[in-house]
T-cell receptor
Framework: DAGVTQSPTHLIKTRGQHVTLRCSPI?????VSWYQQVLGQGPQFIFQ???????GRGNFPDRFSARQFPNYSSELNVNALLLGDSALYLC?????????????FGDGTRLSIL | GENVEQHPSTLSVQEGDSAVIKCTYS??????FPWYKQELGKGPQLIID?????GEKKDQRIAVTLNKTAKHFSLHITETQPEDSAVYFC???????????????FGSGTQLTVLP
């Protein structure tokens, strides 16, 4: 079975632009979470979605938004890009949002802001 | 909210030796502790996890121990091999976010190098 897939793998944008990142969860998984990983640090939580509803939001500005579709895939949108948004954006899926649900990550989208 | 501290930040061992990575957490309500391995250019891969109703879990050369009283958990890798070289992250659930979900708070990572 395919794991979590993310697209694109790499992306270069300039300041002020917007970006859309995509994620397909493992088949059967209904929850998707987004994380930002800056070089040399652990992933930081951005959003969690379950059954198309936002179930959690981390400490990120309103420039970050996301949604989940009926097939459980998800998009992360970032507006008005800043240099500091350069990072690896990771998507993780789990069966549901239970406290002990293992999260499985994709290989991420490397976003570079010039 | 949860605060997860991970030590050491770098660890070099000879092939065949054991490696131990330690994490502490602050939220006494946390009850699920996964460990991830991240290779260069890849996303984090779940390698083992433990729930608070057990003190130790083992999977071949990898084991995790949990001390809920002291609020720390450790990853043990025995008979290390060069392919174990990677960055390892511990994590614990946190309700720092808004909403009903408890997301994972990650440690800062340990770069493990296994020398042949």
């Amino acid at each position: 079975d395919a794991g979590v897939t993310q697209s694109p793998t790499h992306l270069i944008k300039t300041r002020g632009q917007h970006v859309t990142l995509r994620c397909s969860p493992i088949s059967g998984h209904k929850s998707v979470s987004w994380y930002q990983q800056v070089l040399g640090q652990g992933p930081q939580f951005i959003f969690q979605y379950y059954e198309k509803e936002e179930r959690g939001r981390g400490n990120f500005p309103d420039r970050f938004s996301a949604r989940q579709f009926p097939n459980y895939s998800s998009e992360l949108n970032v507006n008005a890009l800043l240099l500091g948004d350069s990072a690896l954006y990771l998507c993780a899926s789990s069966l549901w949002t239970g406290l002990n649900q293992p999260q499985h990550f994709g290989d991420g989208t490397r976003l570079s802001i010039l | 909210g949860e605060n997860v501290e991970q030590h050491p930040s770098t660890l070099s061992v000879q092939e065949g030796d054991s490696a131990v990575i330690k994490c502490t957490y602050s939220d006494s309500a946390s009850n699920y502790f996964p460990w991830y391995k991240q290779e260069l250019g890849k996303g984090p891969q779940l390698i083992i996890d433990i729930r608070s109703n057990v003190g130790e879990k083992k999977d071949q050369r990898i084991a995790v121990t949990l001390n809920k009283t002291a609020k720390h958990f450790s990853l043990h890798i025995t008979e290390t091999q060069p392919e174990d070289s990677a960055v390892y992250f511990c994590a614990a659930p946190s309700n720092r976010s808004s909403g009903s979900a408890r997301q994972l708070t990650f440690g800062s990572g340990t770069q493990l190098t296994v020398l042949p």
